[in-house]
């Protein structure tokens, strides 16, 4: 799946902001002018990657069917590392720069966020 990396940067950052002083379940997630749907699905893929624990509700009409609700309970270890690095807007624009307006999975932002830093 192709990736928003703002909407990546925006969810991370929203979680970590969610996670003090709770300690455990976040829940859903809201970012302003994004559908919920969309931000759910990348929910899904930084949880897939590793990046954040969450509970992913999916359609019951067929096995893999499509995301019908995300809650976030906290970031991972490399979550919390990988937020530290996007909070760096230098490290950011470096890395906006290189992505431009490609269509990329996470792992290929990622990828380029890590050069950036």
């Not at 969610?18 to 699905?41: C, F, N, T």
């Not at 509970?55 to 019951?60: A, D, E, L, M």
């Amino acid at each position: 799946m192709d990736v928003d990396p703002q909407l990546i940067r925006l969810i991370l950052l929203t979680v970590e902001k969610a996670s003090y002083p709770l300690k455990g379940r976040i829940g859903p997630i809201a970012v302003q002018g994004y559908d919920q749907e969309i931000i759910d699905e990348h929910i899904e893929e930084l949880r897939k990657a590793g990046i954040l624990d969450a509970n992913v509700k999916r359609s019951r009409a067929k096995a893999g069917g499509p995301v019908v609700g995300a809650e976030v309970k906290h970031l991972t270890e490399t979550g919390w590392r990988l937020v530290e690095t996007l909070k760096r807007n230098d490290v950011w624009d470096r890395a906006v720069k290189s992505i431009g307006n490609s269509q990329l999975s996470l792992h290929e932002v990622l990828a380029i966020v890590d050069r950036a830093s």
